[in-house]
């Protein structure tokens, strides 16, 4: 048989094939029909059952497509909520990403959960809560954000609860602190004290980190509250709570002990002092009596020129009883 005869016949056989596939009937129910529809009316759509809370429908699959909305025929067809999503209510089309302050760190979620104290999530969809960074606080739960530690307290620590206050001689300079420094010599911070105070005047206090400063003490004087006492001068006093030292005035009065006495050259000159005032009275008096005396007798002497009997007459516009005046002749 040549080769021409054998295509023939191969041609014969495909042809012959072809026709009865054709003119052939396929049954409803046979597996090809269901591949060359591909449609949903060969689905079973009474077996449809909400997907559960945490999930939601497929829609690669005619399981759920066929469905109603948020329904599948069989649960595993439905898909969990992801990382960071939920779906609290069962039959629902799509899952809800996390607020702020919220998180879920598992799928099929059907609520999220709040993040702890000294934790916070400022992003929607969160997976995890990030911790407060050191020198930040969160006090309640869900928070969006951390807050800085105020002045005088600290967090050397994430995820702080609160701050801490720095305790008696430190303090805290700035806001969001990690740690406390000590007080500088010549202050102090004591109980209920938010930062350290200088020392009043006539206390001091020498050292780092004190909680309260000292009374400067006798016979001893403060100039700076940063340094120790001063030995107070033999001639001066310096009592307690002393800046500087004080003295007697050294011309009139000398130190006798605790006080200051009147020195001997005071003494005299108040002896010398008083004389002469009282010198200066008496001739005060003297010269006042003097002049009294010289007027009695200026009186005296004009009496005795005018005649008392005679009634005044004037001649020329001179009265009689006027004491005479000599012109010279």
Known sequence: MSIYTSLQLVCLLACSVSSQLLTTPIPANSTWATL?????SFVNTTQCGACPAGTFPSN???????????SCINSSSCLSCPVGYYQPQSGQQLCFPCPQGFYTNGTQSSACESCQAGYYSNQTASSVCAPCNRGFYATRENATSCEPCPLGSYCNTSS????????????????????CSFCHPGSYKGPGDAMCKFCQDG??????????CDVCPEYHYCPSPDINPIQCPE?????????EPSYCMETFFRKAGDTCQVAPLTI???????????????FAVRKQ?????RNVRSCSSKSRLLDPQMSPSYLYGVTRDTEPVYAGW
């Open 203 to 212: 206390h001091y206090q020498s050292k780092w980190g004190a909680a309260s």
């Open 60 to 70: 690669d699959t005619e399981d759920c497509t066929c469905c109603t909305s948020g």
């Open 160 to 179: 702080c609860l609160t701050c801490t206050v720095c305790p008696n001689g430190e303090e805290a300079l700035a806001q969001a602190s990690t740690d």
């Open 36 to 40: 060359i529809e591909a449609n949903c």
């Open 268 to 282: 005299v000159l108040l002896v010398v002092c008083a004389t002469c005032l009282i010198i200066v009275i008496l």
């Open 289 to 293: 009596r003097t002049r009294v005396e």
């Open 235 to 243: 001639d001066a006093f310096c009592p307690a709570g002393s800046t």
